[in-house]
């Protein structure tokens, strides 16, 4: 499920722009808001947040589909943004014609490998900040040794073993 309508991407760009790039028979699209075009770039552009989000371990697509407020608008800004470089990039641009005709699209993508990084959250997103964050506690056994001192010998696969 995309987490922004065609609608919403209308808001955001001129539908003029939208009508012309989801058509393919060279005459502008009279209703784009239909397009199954611009209805794919949406899924695509959804599914590309999706996969940033779970590889930071901080949000599930129910989390996403749960947000409200200013954070559901920056997910759907997030989203007409990308979806809107994949309708450019759909018509075979070059880079640098793609880079003038949807400049959003690097800072969308930017904002994704900063999800993907854990340097963003979403305000409003349950345990958000803390989801996929290792907590670690120093735990000792009875001799007063701490587990902790014996780094090495804990992780012989990461280390190797020696062979002598």
Do not use: H
């Not at 003038?100 to 994704?112: C, F, R, T």
């Not at 345990?127 to 506690?137: I, Q, R």
């Amino acid at each position: 499920m995309a987490y922004a309508s065609a609608s919403d991407l209308l808001l955001r760009y001129d539908s003029r722009r939208v009508a012309d790039l989801v058509s393919d028979s060279g005459e502008r699209s009279s209703n784009p808001s239909t397009s199954l075009v611009l209805l794919a770039a949406l899924d695509d552009a959804s599914g590309a947040i999706d996969s940033a989000c779970r590889a930071a371990q901080r949000y599930l697509s129910s989390d996403l589909s749960s947000l409200t407020g200013s954070s559901l608008a920056l997910l759907k800004r997030l989203t007409c943004d990308l979806a809107f470089s994949y309708l450019v990039a759909r018509r075979g641009y070059s880079a640098n014609d793609q880079r003038v005709m949807a400049p959003q699209a690097q800072s969308a993508n930017e904002m994704l490998e900063m999800l993907r990084r854990g340097e963003r959250i979403f305000d409003d997103a349950t345990d958000a900040a803390s989801a996929g964050v290792t907590v670690f506690t120093d735990r000792t056994v009875t001799s007063g040794f701490s587990t902790q001192l014996d780094l090495v010998g804990r992780c012989s696969r990461l280390f190797g073993e020696r062979n002598s």
